[in-house]
């Protein structure tokens, strides 16, 4: 794949129309809409239910065997329910999907507004973690249970489904892999943001890089003085503002901003300070110090930002050593080791 950009606005008809001009600009890319709201006609546009019937039939052949067990097979032959978190993964499904089938191409991809969005990427971005950390060791552990389950059918006269001990099958699990790595890597992936004020761009913009993922330009749809335009981007530099307040501003200023060439930054740096204490560099600009936790968790550091929360690998040489204190320095997390 070329770039994948991402696009997302707490205004939806502004988000639709800057992800039209980026689609426009980038001639020969592929626009998908993932908010589940179907408005971009000319994007190839997810719909929840849809998604949801196509997958069906498979599904059923999974479950069917524990509804029975439960006397609930009545509910094969009823319209699945869209059940709290489903929506999102048939997103990601369709999402995977989507991707594969345009590997070639820059794909433009509508997202729902911000703080939907920063959690359906950090559900995809920590899927794998979880895959290796918690699905495979229940798995496992339930494949050693299986003969003790099973000695107790004929006591209580029901069947044990033969799926208890079944692994994500290889090719999703690896598909979630480079989909969660792609997401991660600031030459591939990045963000265009539209906010109606400063203080929303700047909460979003630390969100997105929580989530991996780097804001390479803003809309800023409001009314600014000189001042506060000078100051706000030398704050969220290097992303490239877009100042403009109404619709014929943006028609006239977008083919320059769209234009602007932006070098990605390195998420996480691991150094080492003068004193001799080991430092994990984290960019988080506009960051509010007072909003985060930091944990550490044997050998992963941990950050909590409201709902989000995202962990890092700390190298080997971090094992001996202890936090000893975190500081913001240009628009970076400082965490000190020692």
Known sequence: MHQLILISGNDPNHSEMLAKAVATHKQGSTLIDITGEAELRSASNFSCVEELNRRWPDLKQKVAPWLNLLKLEYLLSQQPPLLPGLEDCLRALFLIDQIEENMNNTIILLMPQPAQAQRFLMGIINTPQLIEQIYNPLITRAEQLKETLNSLEALFNFKMPQ?????????????????????????????????????????????????????????????????????????????????????????????????????SETPVIFTEDSDGNSIASILLPCLDKKQLNVQRCGNKLQLSIGCLRRTYQLPSIFNELSPCGARLVDRRLEVRFR
């Open 163 to 263: 799926n208890i001990s079944q692994l994500m099958p290889a090719n999703l699990s690896n598909k979630l892999k480079e989909v969660s790595e792609l997401l991660q890597d600031p030459s591939k992936c990045e963000c265009y943001l539209h906010a109606t004020n400063e203080r929303m761009a700047k909460k979003d913009i630390t969100q997105f890089n929580l989530c991996g993922i780097q804001i390479k330009k803003l809309w800023l749809n409001c009314s600014l003085t000189s001042e506060e335009l000078i100051k706000i981007n030398q704050e969220l530099s290097p992303s490239a503002i877009l100042h403009a307040s109404s619709l014929n501003e943006f028609e006239s200023k977008k083919n320059i901003w769209l234009s602007e060439q932006l070098a």
